[in-house]
């Protein structure tokens, strides 16, 4: 793509900020924001990657990989940040998920163990498995709400803290999944994948790329059904006070 | 909300707790019951402090039943059964069956929907499966505030039975909350009444009614009785 077709891409900045200025939305400064900070984002990270791909070096992979996990825990964290230790379980649990996940690809040999698939296989199972830990915290802030009764019922009866929260953990749980699920019957359907789409369009072969969307489906699909049940387990308990009750619920300004 | 409460519960103690709205008297039940954190102050049982005991145990033995019954989804039997599948016990269907009958609810089908009951029939309900927990104390939060009169009267009998009986040997007590004077009468033998931000009157139930010993507690009676003539009018 040449520098002056990446300029005109701002066309689009502009008609955004029109429709927003016309409206009278007030969104042209988050607009404006957004815009620079995906243009200096992206090109930071092409040429990180770039440096990374000529020399090859696993301390440069093992790095960047931490700094995605660390990034997308302190932003899914930012949903419920009155629970303590939260952000430190959702680290916890895209390194679990991570881990599991590239050892089973390598492993097999699925891929190749070079930083151009590992890298962007890596983004794609750590964002979306941060996705699915935001989704269980907004459905979990939900639970501590409408079945605060439930479970106050449980522990006055003697129940542990698993017990009390049992249900609806579950019920979190699934919910975080169900998108991800759901994203499974539709894809090629409703919305051609980015990666697929990105690969078509550098010039590989529909089928090629076919092949590594369906990949990166499966992929997702245990990775979200991991990510989910590792977060619900090492974070239940955060939602209780060392001695067992309930966090207090937060005045509505801050939620 | 309160300071300053210094009281003790012994063995058959049936003690009622009264009080205006916003007194504290249900923070007070839920403080006892370990559901609420309190800012200062001790709370003790068989002479050891709250921290010292496992927050599940002490519940066991100090229950706590909610004025608003949260049912579990499921059946009546699912309902009874919460204590034992809770605590990996044996469900004691006899004694299920014997509070069940004992609050009216003996006809009660146990495949039904628990949350297909009246309002009335769950609070019943969430009373006698805290009772299948077998407590030493129960923190009643104005439990029959839904019931008819008729049903009102089989939860007093079954309850002031229960209190006279023993749990493992260790004789039972309660604290209840009621807005209901007559219900006091009935239920207690000592009465504990809240005002001001603090427990301003402890004193033997037929005491407190002769001759309150506060200013508040005459007030109070009164406010009650004037309320009830209004209602019978």
Same mark, same amino acid.
């Given at each position: 793509?040449?520098?002056?077709?990446?300029?005109?891409?701002?066309?689009?900045?502009?008609?955004?900020?029109?429709?927003?200025?016309?409206?009278?939305?007030?969104?042209?400064?988050?607009? !404006?924001?957004? /815009?620079?900070?995906? #243009? @200096?984002?992206?090109?930071?990270?092409?040429? %990180?990657?770039?440096?990374?791909?000529? =020399?090859?070096?696993?301390?440069?992979?093992?790095?960047?990989?931490?700094?995605?996990?660390?990034?997308?825990?302190?932003?899914?964290?930012?949903?419920?940040?009155?629970?303590?230790?939260?952000?430190?379980?959702?680290?916890?649990?895209?390194?679990?998920?991570?881990?599991?996940?590239?050892?089973?690809?390598?492993?097999?040999?699925?891929?190749?163990?070079?930083?151009?698939?590992?890298?962007?296989?890596?983004?794609?199972?750590?964002?979306?498995?941060?996705?699915?830990?935001?989704?269980?915290?907004?459905?979990?802030?939900?639970?501590?709400?409408?079945?605060?009764?439930?479970?106050?019922?449980?522990?006055? !009866?003697?129940? /542990?803290?698993?017990? #009390? @929260?049992?249900?609806?953990?579950?019920?979190? %749980?699934?919910?975080?999944?169900?998108? =991800?699920?759901?994203?499974?019957?539709?894809?090629?359907?409703?919305?051609?994948?980015?990666?697929?789409?990105?690969?078509?369009?550098?010039?590989?072969?529909?089928?090629?790329?076919?092949?590594?969307?369906?990949?990166?489906?499966?992929?997702?699909?245990?990775?979200?059904?991991?990510?989910?049940?590792?977060?619900?387990?090492?974070?239940?308990?955060?939602?209780?006070?060392?001695?067992?009750?309930?966090?207090?619920?937060?005045?509505?300004?801050?939620? | 909300?309160?300071?300053?409460?210094?009281?003790?519960?012994?063995?058959?103690?049936?003690?009622?707790?009264?009080?205006?709205?916003?007194?504290?008297?249900?923070?007070?039940?839920?403080?006892?019951?370990?559901?609420?954190?309190?800012?200062?102050?001790?709370?003790?049982?068989?002479?050891?402090?709250?921290?010292?005991?496992?927050?599940?145990?002490?519940?066991?033995?100090?229950?706590?039943?909610?004025?608003?019954?949260?049912?579990?989804?499921?059946?009546?039997?699912?309902?009874?059964?919460?204590?034992?599948?809770?605590?990996?016990?044996?469900?004691?269907?006899?004694?299920?069956?014997?509070?069940?009958?004992?609050?009216?609810?003996?006809?009660?089908?146990?495949?039904?929907?628990?949350?297909?009951?009246?309002?009335?029939?769950?609070?019943?309900?969430?009373?006698?499966?805290?009772?299948?927990?077998?407590?030493?104390?129960?923190?009643?939060?104005?439990?029959?505030?839904?019931?008819?009169?008729?049903?009102?009267?089989?939860?007093?009998?079954?309850?002031?039975?229960?209190?006279?009986?023993?749990?493992?040997?260790?004789?039972?007590?309660?604290?209840?909350?009621?807005?209901?004077?007559?219900?006091?009468?009935?239920?207690?033998?000592?009465?504990?009444?809240?005002?001001?931000?603090?427990?301003?009157?402890?004193?033997?139930?037929?005491?407190?009614?002769?001759?309150?010993?506060?200013?508040?507690?005459?007030?109070?009676?009164?406010?009650?009785?004037?309320?009830?003539?209004?209602?019978?009018?």
């Amino acid at each position: 793509m040449s520098n002056m077709a990446l300029i005109c891409t701002l066309c689009f900045v502009a008609i955004a900020s029109f429709i927003s200025m016309r409206q009278k939305l007030g969104l042209e400064k988050e607009i !404006l924001i957004g /815009t620079l900070r995906s #243009a @200096v984002q992206l090109l930071f990270i092409g040429y %990180v990657l770039h440096f990374v791909f000529e =020399t090859s070096h696993p301390a440069f992979i093992v790095i960047i990989i931490l700094c995605m996990i660390l990034i997308a825990a302190w932003n899914a964290g930012a949903k419920a940040k009155h629970v303590r230790g939260i952000r430190s379980r959702i680290a916890i649990t895209l390194a679990c998920t991570e881990g599991i996940t590239m050892a089973i690809l390598l492993g097999l040999r699925i891929i190749t163990p070079t930083p151009q698939y590992i890298i962007p296989v890596s983004g794609i199972i750590i964002g979306s498995s941060m996705i699915v830990c935001g989704l269980l915290l907004n459905h979990m802030k939900r639970e501590m709400e409408t079945a605060r009764g439930e479970m106050e019922m449980l522990l006055a !009866l003697g129940a /542990t803290e698993k017990q #009390a @929260v049992h249900s609806s953990l579950r019920r979190s %749980v699934r919910a975080s999944m169900i998108p =991800t699920v759901d994203g499974m019957k539709t894809v090629g359907l409703v919305q051609l994948p980015g990666m697929m789409t990105g690969m078509i369009v550098a010039g590989a072969d529909p089928i090629e790329a076919v092949r590594y969307q369906i990949l990166i489906m499966f992929v997702l699909a245990s990775s979200a059904a991991m990510t989910a049940m590792v977060f619900g387990l090492i974070s239940y308990k955060l939602w209780f006070t060392k001695d067992a009750r309930l966090l207090p619920l937060l005045p509505a300004e801050d939620q | 909300m309160f300071r300053g409460i210094t009281a003790e519960i012994g063995p058959h103690d049936q003690i009622a707790l009264l009080g205006g709205s916003g007194q504290g008297k249900s923070t007070l039940l839920r403080i006892l019951s370990l559901l609420e954190p309190f800012d200062n102050g001790t709370v003790l049982l068989e002479g050891r402090s709250s921290t010292e005991w496992r927050p599940q145990s002490w519940r066991r033995k100090i229950t706590y039943v909610a004025q608003k019954p949260v049912m579990r989804s499921g059946s009546v039997a699912c309902n009874l059964r919460t204590v034992s599948m809770l605590h990996g016990t044996p469900f004691e269907d006899e004694l299920a069956r014997r509070y069940m009958e004992a609050a009216g609810l003996g006809q009660t089908d146990w495949n039904k929907q628990a949350a297909d009951l009246s309002g009335g029939e769950q609070q019943r309900l969430a009373l006698v499966r805290s009772l299948m927990l077998q407590p030493e104390l129960l923190l009643l939060d104005e439990i029959t505030s839904s019931l008819d009169p008729g049903s009102k009267q089989a939860v007093e009998k079954l309850l002031l039975e229960w209190v006279s009986g023993t749990t493992n040997g260790t004789a039972r007590a309660y604290l209840w909350i009621t807005h209901d004077l007559e219900q006091a009468r009935v239920i207690s033998d000592q009465v504990w009444f809240m005002a001001e931000g603090c427990l301003l009157e402890k004193a033997n139930t037929a005491a407190f009614f002769e001759n309150p010993a506060s200013e508040q507690a005459r007030l109070f009676i009164r406010g009650m009785q004037d309320e009830r003539g209004k209602s019978h009018e």
